[in-house]
T-cell receptor, first 115, second 117 residues
């Protein structure tokens, strides 16, 4: 299993540009998450999905959109990039069972710089 | 409101000495508790979790954590630290009775562990 994969690893955007951060998992997990990590701020949940076709907002959804057309893929869309979106973005997935407690498995991250 | 506190931004310990990284939590019900580790320029890796049963949980790389319900704590410990343990450590919690769209982890801000040779 590849686990959770993310592309690209690093990207520089100009203000106002748009891009899609890709995330895929091959563990048949139905829960998927997008986080951003800023220095000293821990992890902030952007959006999450409990299954194909179902998405919901997290703590900091403004400026982002997601879709979940398949179990495997959970892309994150930035429509109008702003410097405040400079961050490291992590995708994660989990399978909710009482035994697992919904252990989350993380991708390697995408480092985004908006100039 | 549910919350997680990691009271120390940084912990320094000498190699070979025991280490402790602290975590306290606040949830309305019974918690699921997790520790994750993040090495430089990497994603988070699951380290260990408390779901039910024995309060002392053993995880990867020789780490363990003790669930203390009366003190609402879940401190991470290791008897003998290695330089390679230097990383960022995150504690996370979820109320096990949250259902549906409330099934999200609450994360601490992280503690940077530095193990000195």
């Amino acid at each position: 299993n590849a686990g959770v994969t993310q592309t690209p690893k690093f990207r520089i955007l100009k203000i106002g540009q748009s891009m899609t951060l890709q995330c895929a998992q091959d563990m048949n997990h139905n829960y998927m998450y997008w986080y951003r990590q800023d220095p000293g701020m821990g992890l902030k949940l952007i959006y999450y999905s409990v299954g194909a076709g179902i998405t919901d907002k997290g703590e900091v959804p403004n400026g982002y959109n997601v879709s979940r057309s398949t179990t495997e893929d959970f892309p994150l869309r930035l429509e109008l990039a702003a410097p405040s979106q400079t961050s490291v973005y992590f995708c994660a997935s989990s399978y909710p069972t009482p035994e697992a407690g919904e252990t989350q498995y993380f991708g390697p991250g995408t480092r985004l710089l908006v100039l | 409101a549910q919350s997680v506190a990691q009271p120390e931004d940084q912990v320094n310990v000498a190699e070979g000495n025991p280490l402790t990284v602290k975590c306290t939590y606040s949830v309305s019900g019974n918690p699921y508790l997790f520790w994750y580790v993040q090495y430089p320029n990497r994603g988070l890796q699951f380290l260990l979790k408390y779901i039910t049963g024995d309060n002392l949980v053993k995880g990867s790389y020789g780490f363990e954590a003790e669930f203390n319900k009366s003190q609402t704590s879940f401190h991470l410990k290791k008897p003998s630290a290695l330089v390679s343990d230097s990383a960022l450590y995150f504690c996370a919690v979820r109320d096990r009775f949250n259902a549906g769209n409330n099934r999200k982890l609450i994360w601490g801000l992280g503690t940077s562990l530095a193990v000195n040779p």
